[in-house]
């Protein structure tokens, strides 16, 4: 079963504008993960969010989590053309030892 | 460099003949997994362990073996694949399987499997 549900599915931008993209989830957490895949490769780890904190900053990437609603958003500002890949949310179910990804954004930077 | 390789990168086969994926990692992780990549179904997990002779299933493990005789090497076994068994596999090791560092999964490059 999907955990993690990525909104939207797709999305194109400009370059330099800031792409959002949402995660939901069903069950308790300890932490969710965001990762990045290029066009068929391996997938990149990109940052971690613990269940007790609800913000996160690594360079260009801003993450939050509501664990109330149990949901996530990614935010990329200033997007860049190299940003152009699927983006996957991850959480690692409080109780259990799986990890669990969603069905990933596309996003699309235009340069 | 710290990485996880897999084994082969591509693989062609036909119905019921046994195969094995090779993952092995350098980092001294205790937690490697496998997961499956399928379009609209985002990456479905097969087996993971937990550390040297301990493996569980995940969400789609019909079909599939796994062994983690060494601390470095989590082989996927197919006894008899079949055609939809055809996909993009990934495996994956981390730190910790609670990921109690910031570090997450690292992930190999992926096997292309196709089963005809």
């Known amino acids: 079963s999907q955990q993690g549900e990525e909104d939207p599915q797709a999305l194109s931008i400009q370059e330099g504008e800031n792409a959002t993209m949402n995660c939901s989830y069903k069950?308790?957490?300890?932490?969710l993960q965001w990762y990045r895949q290029n066009s068929g490769r391996g997938l990149v780890h990109l940052i971690l969010?613990?269940?007790?904190?609800r913000e996160k900053h690594s360079g260009r990437l801003r993450v939050t989590l509501d664990t109330s609603k149990k949901s996530s958003s990614l935010l990329i500002t200033a997007s860049r053309a190299a940003d152009t890949a699927s983006y996957f949310c991850?959480?690692?179910?409080?109780?259990?030892?799986?990890?669990?990804f969603g069905t990933g954004t596309r996003l699309k930077v235009l340069a | 460099e710290a990485q996880v390789t897999q084994n082969p990168r591509y693989l062609i086969t036909v119905t019921g003949k046994k195969l094995t994926v090779t993952c092995s990692q350098n980092?001294?992780?205790?937690?490697m997994s496998w997961y499956r990549q399928d379009p609209g179904l985002g990456l479905r997990q097969i087996y993971y362990?937990?550390?040297?002779?301990?493996?569980d299933k995940g969400d789609v493990p019909e079909g599939y073996k796994v062994s983690r005789k060494e601390k470095r090497n989590f082989p996927l076994i197919l006894e008899s694949p079949s055609p939809n068994q055809t996909s993009l596999y990934f495996c994956?090791?981390?730190?910790?399987?609670?990921?109690?560092?910031?570090?997450?999964?690292?992930f190999g490059s992926g096997t292309r499997l196709t089963v005809v």
């Open positions: 994956a090791s981390s730190l910790f399987s609670k990921a109690a560092t910031d570090d997450g999964y690292t």
């Open positions: 069950t308790s957490i300890n932490n």
């Open positions: 969010i613990r269940s007790n904190e």
């Open positions: 991850a959480t690692d179910t409080s109780g259990t030892y799986k990890y669990i």
């Open positions: 980092m001294n992780h205790e937690y």
């Open positions: 362990s937990m550390n040297v002779e301990v493996t």
